[in-house]
């Protein structure tokens, strides 16, 4: 059914001859696409929703659907979790939530609303393969847990990480030394639960028969508690509730499964070694290599096996006497084999040049072939069904998931969430075993700020409809629209200004800039290339004409390295600063043309092009050392600028800007100002030819040392996808790798970001609601901007849904106003004298009564 589903989606239009309206129908698609290749997407929404209102829109919504957002209807099961599963039988899902002791897990009956779901304390839930029950391990409190779980904390918020996570593997042994065994009935709901007094226990599985439960547990030695527990796989007596040790060399195991239809166990021992045991004569037989996958419903497994530079993939099954047979050999490095239910295939990571690919290949060596070819990474295969992988692109930040038909090829997405610009990071998958369904965990929203991910399913046996894609589009156009036409006003008051300074971006002078960081090779702290790049940094801002400082400081006992700061004194609020910042040092194995020359150079031009030409606000353009060695340099340019008093206001971060995946000039805006990312969406349509996307991101980046001290204040831009290059952090990430014009375009983008920054009000501070006045209305003050310019405040207010209903222009930093309708929106930001309003509200919610 799927593969019939997918062959023909892309295919739809050559199945008969075309007559002339789907000739005209065609037509309007292919202008649609134009559009949107070149980020035009009002325009590519309005001709998609034509082709959706026309006769033959139903031949058509299959590649309408996929080219704006998902084809398969996906519904939310939980606003958090992970550990994503199904029972054998599909009619149940599990996930967690929490952590250690603290971990819950939720069962998610299939046939019911989600409101259906069940959970209880505990972890590691396994379904029995009959799916009517279930074991899983619980943990109580102790005073020893918090304590050491408590020593994590302290020294993680002391930097040594090192010392943390020694702590954190010290609490995950206490974990499963006091974790209890919990059985539970799915459909009763009742549970019982063993102790096993004395054993580690770390690892669950149920045996091929529904019947035996296998674990893997430790034991310490009493006679000497430093050493490290003997590991080993057991089988539980559930009559004597005990656990009988299977095997006794102790060393350490895991992904402990039971192979179908063979009576075996299979298991990792160290890093290098794969153990087949039989459980009816308890022999074992070893393998060399690592990586073991099973096939779902037949006796056989693959693995990967080294022998000098080789790498191979090698399947072992019962059938052949568990001897294992090559069907892959590589001087090219390989990873992650997978099989198919059946046993019949293989598919697997290869890295033919410098980024990864998937393939597939027979369990007897024929049929090798490549599934995908991306510039980026294809990574993490696995079978859904006998025909279908399911494989992830992108980095591990921002990876997207696709379908692969194995037969024919052809590659369908699978997931997103229907907005334009909005990136949703992928993070789990899990399958049924009947190949309907689909669970994802992911930041569907793009906040990669906060703790939770959602859990997602994705029906592959249900497609979206001609209504669902109808009103994707119209809601997406009139996003677009609103976000064009808030932009449009936002830039009006000094938009030739800015034109002036972004239309003589000089493309030649940024290479230069980029030629000459790369020729100092690595940029690591402890390299030469360092310094070297500092002063050139320090003598390009020089011949510029500016005085620029070096803030020097230790990084490393012993080790000197210095930013590189440059001050562009406001000519309004000189006290008030913006800062535009980039990394210029690089990771020690490589020269970073992408991370993060690209970045270095755009800062350069950026600060070339203001140069003469001071805004009302001061913008110091900050160049940091140490971002690799752990975000140092932003540390301690933030930390002075806190001892020093400094009243930063706005901040932008840029970091890998110059590696296109393909045709399209696009980047994303990383942020947590929600104000300042439609500020650079708008610098980009406006003023330069760069596509912009959108993730709220600033973690293990140098705009999370913002973040740390001034608050919400940050945007900035990195790739798309979102370190995505597949030269990140590699020897490779070389100038011939990068896009000129997408550096010309994006440093544009941050010119036309920054001035609109520094020339608008801040956001405003102190907004407070005071109570209704002898029925005269309610009192709504803030404190009064800190900009000299400002001649008015704009107040907008409204309920949940409608938050800008009302609007009202006042003088003061106070107004009295009726508010009828609770809950609502309360909004205000400042208005200067030459029509420049705040680049965000500041906004409350005003609670029913």
Do not use: C
Not at 252 to 273: I, Y
């Amino acid at each position: 059914m799927y593969r019939v589903l997918i062959v023909g989606l892309l295919s739809a239009a050559s199945a008969a001859p075309l007559t002339a309206q789907q000739n005209r129908l065609d037509q309007t698609l292919e202008r649609g696409q134009q559009m949107w290749n070149r980020g035009d997407y009002a325009g590519a929404l309005g001709a998609y929703l034509r082709v959706m209102r026309g006769g033959q829109a139903d031949s058509v919504l299959q590649r309408v659907a996929l080219a704006t957002g998902e084809l398969y209807v996906v519904e939310e099961i939980a606003v958090d979790g992970r550990s994503v599963r199904f029972s054998a039988d599909g009619r149940f899902a599990a996930y967690e939530t929490g952590s250690g002791a603290s971990t819950v897990t939720h069962i998610v009956p299939m046939d019911r609303e989600p409101g259906g779901i069940a959970e209880f304390p505990g972890r590691n839930f396994v379904f029995s393969p009959s799916g009517d029950f279930g074991v899983y391990l619980t943990v109580e409190e102790s005073d020893e847990l918090r304590r050491v779980r408590a020593d994590a904390e302290r020294l993680m918020a002391q930097r040594d990480r090192r010392g943390a996570f020694a702590r954190r593997r010290d609490a995950a042994l206490i974990e499963a030394r006091l974790a209890r065994l919990a059985i539970r009935d799915l459909q009763s709901e009742t549970e019982h639960r063993v102790s096993l007094d004395g054993l580690l226990k770390l690892e669950l599985s149920f045996g091929a028969d529904g019947q035996a439960l296998y674990l893997i547990g430790g034991a310490r030695d009493d006679t000497d508690p430093s050493a490290p527990p003997a590991i080993d796989v057991y089988v539980f007596d559930a009559q004597a509730e005990t656990a009988k040790r299977l095997t006794t060399d102790g060393r350490p195991k895991s992904g402990l499964v039971a192979l179908a239809n063979s009576g075996a166990l299979l298991f990792s021992e160290g890093n290098n070694q794969i153990t087949l045991y039989d459980i009816s004569s308890a022999v074992s037989r070893s393998y060399e290599g690592n990586s073991p996958a099973h096939a779902a419903s037949a006796p056989a497994f693959a693995f990967l096996s080294r022998d000098g530079d080789v790498t191979a993939v090698k399947v072992a099954s019962a059938s052949a006497g568990w001897n294992p047979v090559t069907v892959v050999r590589s001087d090219r490095p390989l990873r992650a084999p997978a099989m198919s239910p059946n046993g019949q295939s293989v598919t697997f990571q290869i890295m033919p040049e410098d980024n990864w690919e998937v393939a597939v290949v027979g369990a007897d060596g024929t049929g090798e072939r490549l599934l995908s070819s991306e510039i980026q990474h294809d990574r993490f295969p696995r079978f859904i069904s006998n025909d279908l992988v399911l494989a992830a692109k992108g980095e591990g930040r921002h990876q997207r998931s696709y379908l692969y038909e194995i037969n024919t090829g052809e590659e369908i997405k699978l997931f997103h969430n229907n907005t334009v610009r909005t990136i949703a990071p992928e993070y789990e998958w899990a399958s049924s075993a009947d190949a309907t369904k689909v669970l994802v965990v992911a930041e569907r929203d793009g906040d990669t700020v906060s703790p939770e991910r959602g859990v997602y399913l994705v029906h592959l046996d249900r497609t979206v409809t001609h209504e669902n894609v109808v009103q994707r589009l119209e809601s997406s156009l009139a996003a677009e629209r609103d976000l064009r036409a808030r932009g449009a006003a936002m830039f009006a008051p000094i938009q030739g200004e800015i034109r002036s300074l972004t239309e003589f971006v000089s493309g030649a002078r940024l290479y230069e800039y980029q030629a000459a960081l790369f020729a100092f090779g690595s940029k690591f702290i402890t390299q030469p290339g360092n310094g070297m790049a500092a002063e050139y940094i320090h003598d390009m801002l020089v011949s510029f004409g500016y005085e620029p400082e070096y803030q020097w400081f230790e990084p490393r006992p012993g080790i000197r390295s210095a930013n590189v700061i440059a001050t562009l004194r406001g000519t309004e609020d000189p006290d008030l600063v913006y800062v535009v910042s980039s990394h210029f040092d690089s990771v020690e194995r490589g020269p970073g043309a992408d991370d993060n020359t690209s970045g270095t150079s755009v800062l350069l031009e950026t600060a070339r092009r203001f140069a003469g030409h001071p805004m009302p606000a001061t913008i110091k353009f900050a160049f940091f050392t140490g971002e690799e060695a752990g975000l140092l340099g932003s540390r301690e340019f933030v930390r002075r600028a806190v001892r020093d008093g400094e009243h930063i206001v706005g901040a932008l971060n840029n970091d890998m800007l110059g590696w296109a995946n393909n045709g399209r000039l696009d980047n994303t805006i990383r942020y947590s100002n929600e104000g300042i990312r439609d500020v650079q969406h708008a610098a980009a349509f406006l003023f330069s030819g760069l596509i912009t996307y959108d993730a709220k991101y600033y973690k293990s980046t140098d705009a999370h040392a913002y973040y740390e001290e001034y608050g919400d204040i940050v945007g900035g831009i990195g790739s798309y996808p979102v370190l995505g290059n597949p030269h990140y952090h590699q020897a490779t990430d070389e100038l011939a790798t990068i896009n000129q014009d997408l550096i010309r375009e994006t440093t544009k983008t941050n010119i036309a970001s920054i001035a609109l920054l520094a020339a608008s009000p801040s956001r405003l501070t102190g907004l407070r609601v005071h109570q209704e006045r002898g029925g005269g209305g309610t009192v709504v003050q803030w404190n009064p901007s800190v900009e000299s310019s400002v001649s008015s405040y704009t107040v907008a207010y409204g309920p949940v849904d409608d938050p800008m209903r009302y609007t009202v222009r006042v003088g003061e930093p106070e107004v009295m106003i009726n508010l009828t309708d609770r809950p609502l929106v309360l909004a205000v930001r400042a208005v200067n004298q030459r029509g420049l309003a705040s680049w965000d509200w500041a906004r409350t919610t005003v609670p029913a009564r």
